[in-house]
């Protein structure tokens, strides 16, 4: 069975603009959770979509909002990046929003 | 103060050796813990979860959880140069095989570096 799998895999992005990442969870898996690696935040965080519907938000900014599709792939978007958003970025999928979560590789974003 | 502290390392131990990892946290209401491996450039893999209080063999790795001091410990056996990683505790408030609302977030640990140099 496939992975979950994220793209793009790398991203550079400068101050003030937008970025969508795509997240694609293991077969079967509906609920996608989403978090943000930093060295010095570690792993927070950022909210959980089940069903099409976001049942669990993070403390992060409005900047950051997410969707999930009616086929459970999910999206998040991060609007007017700023240097400290430069991040990896990962997406974890579970069976149900109580299973256990299988994150994907992540997407590492680079704001200059 | 953070909900989960781990301390980050990083931990340099030769092949054979017992590693022990720790995580305390502050929150009560944390009833599920999970360990993660991470290696270089991936996602995070679960490699060991615990409900509650109690010992989780699998293999090399032992999980233990004590609650009354919340502390969870991950042990090593054997440590090989393939366990050089980054290892994260996680935890949740809800019972996974509870029903009743979801509850999909992780509170995660700092994460330790661990080098097993042969």
């Known amino acids: 069975k496939a992975g979950v799998t994220q793209t793009p895999r790398y991203l550079i992005k400068t101050r003030g603009q937008q970025v969508t990442l795509s997240c694609s969870p293991i077969s079967g898996h509906r609920s996608v959770s989403w978090y943000q690696q930093t060295p010095g935040q570690g792993l927070q965080f950022l909210f959980e979509y089940f069903s099409e519907t976001q049942r669990n938000k993070g403390n992060f900014p409005g900047r950051f909002s997410g969707r999930q599709f009616s086929n459970s792939r999910s999206e998040m978007n991060v609007s007017t990046l700023e240097l400290g958003d430069s991040a990896l970025y990962l997406c974890a999928s579970s069976l149900t929003p109580l299973g256990f979560q299988y994150f994907g590789p992540g997407t590492r974003l680079l704001v200059l | 103060q953070k909900e989960v502290e781990q301390d980050p390392g990083p931990l340099s131990v030769p092949e054979g050796a017992i590693v022990s990892l720790n995580c305390t946290y502050s929150n009560s209401a944390f009833q599920y813990f999970m360990w993660y491996r991470q290696y270089s450039r991936k996602g995070p893999e679960l490699l060991m979860y615990t409900y509650s209080s109690g010992n989780k063999e699998d293999g090399r790795f032992t999980a233990q959880v004590d609650k009354s001091s919340k502390y969870i410990s991950l042990f090593i056996r054997d440590s090989q140069p393939s366990d050089s990683a980054t290892y994260l505790c996680?935890?949740?408030?809800?019972?996974?095989?509870?029903?009743?609302?979801?509850?999909?977030?992780?509170?995660f640990g700092q994460g330790t570096i661990l080098t097993v140099h042969p």
């Open positions: 996680a935890m949740s408030p809800r019972d996974i095989n509870a029903g009743g609302t979801s509850y999909g977030k992780l509170t």
